[in-house]
């Protein structure tokens, strides 16, 4: 390949990665605003049903300034934490447009919640105890498992027999007992199984959800939940998700079960990953070259400390590779980071062209859970993250950690 952008999406609006990582450092995170704000709109145009909202998770990417774009664009935000819920307000979201979705939290946290306005939801009959002897006579939200879970691997399944999170159905009488105790007013429900492809799994969700929902009278709202996956594998033909037929089949069941309820409910989706995974690349660079027992490897500066996906989850990227062109056949290869752990890979056995030390590769779609995941492992800096804007302007929106950042909390 050459230096000329291969990206389907034109994704680098004329700039040259070498030139990018030149400029602010490898590795890198970079975005393109105008892809995040499609996505935004693709939910927000999901469904023709008025009483419509989009949450987007913050946990996926928790730049102050795609959040800004994220409220410009009509979105409403989750949150799991009250560091997401701190930099969710930062950001100019109202604590009216956030809703906290806890999984095993303090009373502390709840209390956080409490004290800044944010609806809460807690998934566990023991938590809902909890919340009703901290506020009786409050409004709350119950996360439910369905058991319907779906996604690539089982480390981001969250519905189902095999996860921690969600209440299932049949504790729904204690769940009752313990509104009615407190004095509670249940506000809404909601279920997360995990972002998968497949509208057919997800509605199938729906139907269930809506089935628990059937229990309670006093909702105002449903979240259904998500999150809705991308297509990560592109190279190789992976499709999207059809997304029009979906929001078709949203439509009739959110019309449906408001009437069958005699009320406009308010009805929810958490598209998750999908919402700023496709904005960003992640660009590195190649500083070995080397085979081990037949096995090619290229070392790259992309360990796990910045992209922690394809350790935790075995998760495809697509590659592309930004250097001098070359001849040679495309060989099977390994792409390694630089942190001491043998788990430390980008991509195992990939067809790439020949690689040479300072290589640019750019890994696609990685504009969720990638910056959030990353951390300081082997005392390494965080990457910096820069903005593609729509007018083709570059702006630096997160500066690369310095060593002296890594030292400022100790004692």
């Not at 919402?275 to 290229?298: P, Q």
Request: charged residues 20%; contains cysteine.
């Amino acid at each position: 390949m050459n230096t000329s952008v291969t990206h389907k999406l034109n994704f680098y609006q004329g700039h040259n990665p070498i030139d990018l990582i030149a400029a602010y450092g490898s590795p890198l995170y970079v975005y393109n605003e105008k892809i995040f704000r499609q996505r935004c709109r693709d939910m927000t145009n999901l469904t023709t049903y008025p009483h419509f909202k989009v949450n987007y998770a913050i946990k996926a990417n928790t730049n102050l300034t795609l959040l800004g774009i994220a409220i410009e664009e009509g979105l409403c935000a989750d949150v799991s934490s009250p560091g997401e819920a701190v930099a969710a307000l930062a950001a100019g979201f109202a604590p009216s447009d956030l809703f906290f979705i806890a999984n095993n939290i303090s009373a502390e946290e709840m209390a956080f919640a409490m004290e800044r306005g944010i609806l809460l939801s807690v998934d566990s009959v023991s938590q809902l105890e909890t919340y009703g002897k901290l506020n009786p006579g409050g409004e709350i939200a119950l996360r439910f498992n369905g058991g319907i879970g779906g996604g690539h691997h089982e480390n981001v399944i969250t519905g189902g027999d095999e996860t921690k999170f969600g209440i299932r159905a049949v504790y729904i009488p204690e769940v009752k007992a313990l509104l009615t105790k407190y004095g509670l007013k249940l506000k809404g429900i909601n279920h997360h199984f995990g972002s998968q492809n497949s509208k057919e799994l997800y509605l199938e969700g729906v139907e269930e959800l809506l089935s628990i929902a059937r229990h309670f009278d006093s909702l105002e709202f449903i979240d259904f939940g998500g999150g809705f996956s991308i297509p990560y594998n592109k190279q190789g033909g992976e499709a999207p998700m059809d997304f029009v037929v979906l929001g078709q089949s949203l439509t009739k069941y959110m019309e449906s079960f408001s009437k069958e309820c005699g009320k406009p409910l308010t009805y929810i989706v958490e598209p998750g990953r999908y919402i700023s995974a496709e904005c960003g690349v992640l660009l590195g660079t190649v500083h070995s070259i080397k085979e081990n027992g037949g096995n090619k490897f290229a070392g790259t500066d992309l360990g796990f400390s910045v992209l922690a996906r394809t350790t935790l989850y075995e998760s495809h990227h697509d590659i592309e590779v930004y250097g001098s062109p070359r001849d040679g056949e495309y060989s099977p290869t390994n792409i390694v980071g630089n942190q001491c752990e043998s788990g430390d890979y980008i991509a195992k056995s990939r067809l790439l062209p020949p690689l040479s030390e300072g290589d640019i590769l750019g890994i696609l779609d990685a504009g969720a859970y990638g910056y959030s995941m990353s951390s300081q492992y082997n005392h390494r800096p965080r990457p910096a993250e820069v903005l593609i804007r729509e007018d083709g302007s570059l702006q630096l929106i997160r500066r690369r950690d310095t060593y002296e950042d890594m030292l400022i909390n100790m004692l």
